[in-house]
């Protein structure tokens, strides 16, 4: 069983995001067969199979527990503590829990929803692409951030960061969506960080360096306003 679902991790189906690039990979592999070398072909074949791997798109079961706060993205903790959310969202400057999750080259890269809740804002932030496990990467780099509205009123921000080699944050949220926990919002490519933004008083239940499961693994409990 574990065999099984370790196969069917890595053969998920891709993100629609890597289809230029499995495009590029085929292409490449039909001109080395037919015009340029066997040389081309094995490179696009490579690139081809590492798209498939990179962009892979497991289903995920999340909880079945209302107020619950689950990981938004795959990878491991890299820091939790008080932080102000960013500016551009309109959530004020009281430092807030910050939960921040890094993920690697070889980590699923598709972003889902932490909570059930309306987007209220989407704010792109132009900056530098920095090591995105380092702290100031929340503030430096290039980001892509959301205010989630919960339905008792309070407000929660989750932000896609671009880090040393990401380029490029997919978002297909819109302000206005009603959103469930574990809804898949985006992608980032290759290599990056996701934050999330707690409610005020909200305590997370994880600690630095634990491993994440975008959209099942619980982060924290929101309890009553």
């Known amino acids: ?6 196969l ?8 629609p995001a890597a289809r230029p690039f499995l495009i590029g990979g085929g292409a490449a ?22 798209c498939l791997y990179f962009f892979r798109d497991p289903e995920r079961v ?10 938004p993205a795959d990878g491991h903790i890299v820091s939790i503590g008080p932080a102000v959310p960013p500016a551009e969202l309109g959530l004020g ?5 910050r939960v921040a999750i ?37 503030e430096e780099n290039e980001r892509n951030a959301l205010a989630i509205r919960l339905a008792d009123g309070r407000d929660l921000a989750v932000v896609q960061i671009a880090g040393l080699v990401a380029r490029r944050i997919l978002c297909d949220a819109k ?14 490519r290759f290599g990056s ?12 239940l994880v600690t630095e360096g634990q491993t994440m499961i975008g959209g099942e693994t619980v982060i924290a409990e929101l309890g009553h306003a």
Do not use: C
């Open 29 to 50: 592999v039909l001109l080395g067969l037919l015009l340029l070398g066997h040389w081309l072909a094995w490179i696009g074949l490579l690139f081809t199979g590492f």
């Open 193 to 204: 960080r996701t934050d999330v933004y707690l409610p005020e008083g909200v305590v997370p």
């Open 175 to 188: 302000v206005g969506d009603s959103v469930r926990a574990g809804d898949r919002f985006g992608i980032i």
């Open 62 to 71: 999340p909880p079945d527990r209302p107020g619950l706060v689950l990981a």
């Open 93 to 97: 400057d009281a430092p807030r829990p």
């Open 102 to 138: 890094f993920l690697s080259v070889v980590d699923v890269h598709v972003n889902r929803m932490p909570v059930e809740g309306t987007v209220t804002r989407i704010a792109y932030h132009h900056g530098k692409f920095l090591s995105a496990n380092l702290d100031k990467a929340s």
């Open 8 to 15: 069917r991790l890595v053969l998920a189906p891709p993100h």
């Open 1 to 6: 069983m574990a065999l099984g679902q370790s």
